[in-house]
């Protein structure tokens, strides 16, 4: 397993790899995605065994183009190419009805399929050298924290993966916000890096909450995913420093809190920054010798809400 530099050649080696059915984890503006030919369902398949993933669980494919689209999905409506037009290159993912080119293995065997077009170069090149479009979850193990950098990829992954290629820190560091068109309305089905709010003020129109109905028993609608090792306990506001605990501020506390243990999303409140340090952060408490880790609760307003749903999730898995 090699860690390589973006660098167009090594790019071009990554592409050629999943042109002969392998499997290679990339940067996006979100998470790293871990990607296999979404066409070719026995590199999907290598997915799931590297991220002990269930099969039930269904994939985002990663397009480079708009006409990629024609090799996944049947012809989209208008209201979600109205908001493609806005809002790719970029973190939205948009449900679609698939087309029967498609491997079910992708789908879940739904007969939809989440598609999303990232903006982050790299991996805009690399679908492009592929050639095909990328069937790409994010490159972690199953239910277990994401990754925002490479390191990340290697220390959940290692040598499962073929290749990494090392894109730095992702930017939006929190995965993309999937919704779904329905009888023309729009369903929200994961808070993420676009938030209601910005898709509600283009489109001129309530955006519904669908968190919990869907049917497909996806990770987003289990109690518990993007969890750490450690037990990780929300609180209102970290008041006290204690032996043997990790703390995740939100903001730059008012006392002193050592540095070894102690971790800022961003010291003025900026939620933007906040969420592209949440995962990188929690890796780093994770990794340090201690029993627990305290996290502060973030208001629940714009992007704040898709990092309390990532705070929640992690805490269940212990307080099941
Ligand atoms: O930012 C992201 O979206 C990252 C990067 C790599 O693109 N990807 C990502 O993938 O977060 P993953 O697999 O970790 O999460 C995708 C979510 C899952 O909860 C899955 O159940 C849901 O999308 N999903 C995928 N296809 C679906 C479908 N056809 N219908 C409903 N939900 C779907
Ligand atoms: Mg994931």
Known sequence: MNILKPTDANITAAAEIIKNGGIAAFPTETVYGLGADALNPIAVAKIFEAKKRPFFDPLIVHIAELSDMDKITKRPDSKSLKLMERFWPGPLTIILEKNDNLPHIVT????????????????????????TTIAAPSANRFGCLSPTSAEHVYSQLGSSVDIIIDGGQCTFGIESTIIKILEDKIYLLRHGAITKEEIEEFIKEPVVLDITSDKTEAPGQLPYHYSPEKQIILIDKI?????????LFYKKPDFYAPENSSKILSEKGNLREAAANLFSHLHYLDRLDIDIIYAEKIEEKGLGIAIMD????????NNK
Request: net charge positive; charged share 25%.
């Open 310 to 317: 990532r705070l929640n999730k992690a805490s269940r898995k």
């Open 239 to 247: 008041t006290t420093i204690e032996e043997r605990c990790g703390y």
């Open 108 to 131: 879940s065997s739904l007969p939809n399929v989440a598609v999303r077009m990232p903006s982050n170069n790299i991996a805009l090149e690399f679908i492009k050298k592929s050639g």
